[in-house]
């Protein structure tokens, strides 16, 4: 709101012009100093307009500090009141300053270019504004995009109060380059071998005959026109990719072609009608075709776009779970280390316990009637950077009937730091949807890993990339297959 008010003030500064100065005959008034009423006050002075120069040094204070690996000169140009919108491709988190710069400490590990063109700065007497296109890449990854930066005076000189990154285009997306696919989830979708690229799909370009793949779980599949995708997407098809699963890469494959893909767990009404069984309390009811079928559950809910792959000669995919660009240079793995998990239980389990989020499960345990701990059915997994020494240890349980009685579940994820010490990687009392991780890498490169999995308690598929910002291992993106039946 401060920053809405600067603004505000400096549009009004701006809009509203000083007095013509006093006519050269007219005596200008002079100042008592004995204080006698109706004495002449002095002339109240005029905030100074901030200067253009001034706001390109800044910066390039801030693009040098970047550039330089030098933290404290970055942390530096940041105003005590400060709100920032970092946008990473799809991704987009808001932090105030603690929050910014603990993220962006992490850029600092390791060398990065940050580079800003087309620059154009506007100033007033409060505020100033300074936009440019940014290119920004670190190891493997880099984007472009438009930024803009607020930058108000202190004491200390111009630090900047907003900064804000419009539009983040990741460098790499075109056919060219491997297309989007620093990450895509794989899966066996009747029979086909599929990478996810996009949760939606314009129904205008899903155009192909429909193919009923199943009815339980409902899918159907569509193949699309690429040539209706745009040049970008069309100019996957041929392109190399590497599947992987929780140890490695498992095999190359290429893109073949699109498909749209609908599916969900249909209600058992449903079912019922479509596999005839519903004839049973009315005979007259016609049990549908395939192809009405098809339409149904088509229409049901919102396709996503997936590319069919095809391993390369002599090549065996089974058991991958995620692929990511042939172009692009190989993530380093965590190793699942079970030694470590099994060593760690204990500690993991009383630092579980003294979460938000598992006393507030425990309070709702009990008002349901429970004794005792609400769950002690723990799975505790850990994984190691063995070059570095690295590891990072989750937790994750879920137990109770959930019909009308007591349900809860929890996940969370420590860093592990000299000595065994944990520290607390998600928000301990809200980290999200329930999580089971079973894999770890750095697709990034930040030395952090994103974490993967597919596994839940029970058979409705959730998989899950889970992501580092702010300080938290969050959940990213997710293809998990909604559920619309009644379990209960």
């Known amino acids: 709101m401060r920053i809405l008010a600067l603004l505000a003030t400096a549009l ?113 007497r409060a505020a100033a504004t300074v ?15 438009p930024k803009q930066l607020v930058l108000v005076p202190t004491a200390a000189g111009l630090k900047i109060a907003r900064e804000e990154m419009l539009r983040s285009t990741l460098l790499g997306d075109s056919p060219r380059a491997g297309g989007d696919l620093g990450f895509a989830q794989v899966e066996t979708i009747d029979g086909d071998l599929m990478i996810h690229l996009s949760e939606s799909l314009d129904e205008d370009v899903a155009t192909g005959v429909l193919f009923l793949a199943s009815t339980d779980p409902a899918v159907v599949k569509r193949i699309i026109d690429a040539s209706k995708l745009g040049t970008e997407r069309a100019g996957l098809v041929g392109t190399k990719v590497s599947l992987y699963d929780g140890t490695g890469r498992v095999c190359d494959a290429t893109i073949a072609d699109f498909h749209g893909v609908t599916r969900f767990y249909a209600h058992f009404g449903m ?42 000669r002599d090549q065996v995919c089974d058991g991958a779970l995620w692929g990511r660009s042939g172009a692009l240079a190989p993530p380093k793995l965590w190793s699942q280390d079970t030694t470590m998990a099994s060593a760690l239980k204990p500690t993991v389990s ?37 070059a570095s020494g ?54 990034n490169g930040d030395h952090v890993p ?22 938290q291992f969050r959940p990213a993106r997710s293809t998990a297959m909604p559920s619309f039946d009644c379990p209960c």
């Open 350 to 386: 009383k630092a579980l316990a003294e979460l938000p989020a598992w006393k507030e499960q425990q309070r709702s345990f009990a008002d349901d009637g429970g004794s005792g701990p609400w769950t002690t059915d723990l799975t505790i997994k850990a994984f190691t950077d063995r």
């Open 131 to 145: 936009t440019f296109v940014q290119t920004w890449s670190s190891g493997t990854y880099k984007d472009v995009g």
């Open 12 to 124: 009004l500064l701006t809009a509203c012009p000083a007095e013509e100065p006093a006519p050269a005959s007219a005596p200008a008034p002079t100042a008592d100093s004995s204080g006698a009423k109706g004495a002449a006050k002095p002339t109240a002075k005029a905030a100074p307009m901030i200067e253009a120069s001034a706001v390109q040094t800044a910066l390039d204070g801030w693009l040098a500090a970047q550039n330089g690996g030098d933290f404290d000169a970055y942390a530096g140009a940041y105003a005590d009141k400060f709100f920032g919108i970092k946008r990473s491709g799809p991704r987009t988190s808001q932090y105030v300053r603690a929050g910014w710069l603990e993220d962006r400490k992490r850029m600092f590990r390791k060398p990065m270019v940050v580079q800003a063109d087309q620059v154009k700065i506007g100033t007033a």
């Open 450 to 471: 994103e974490l993967f999995g597919r596994d839940v308690p029970w058979n409705v598929p959730a998989n899950t990339l889970v992501e580092f910002e702010g300080g």
């Open 390 to 443: 690295s590891t990072y240890v989750a937790a994750s349980a879920a137990d109770g009937d959930g019909c009308g009685a007591f349900y809860g579940e929890i996940w969370a994820v420590w860093e592990v730091t000299a000595g065994g010490t944990l520290t607390l990687r998600t928000d301990g009392a809200s980290p999200g949807p329930l999580f089971f991780p079973d894999s770890a890498f750095d697709l």
């Open 271 to 312: 079912l019922d009608v479509w596999n005839g069984a519903a004839r049973e309390w009315d005979p007259d009811l016609r049990q549908p075709t395939e192809v009405e079928i098809a339409e149904e559950i088509w229409s049901m809910s919102s396709p996503g776009l997936w590319a069919r792959v095809t391993p390369a």
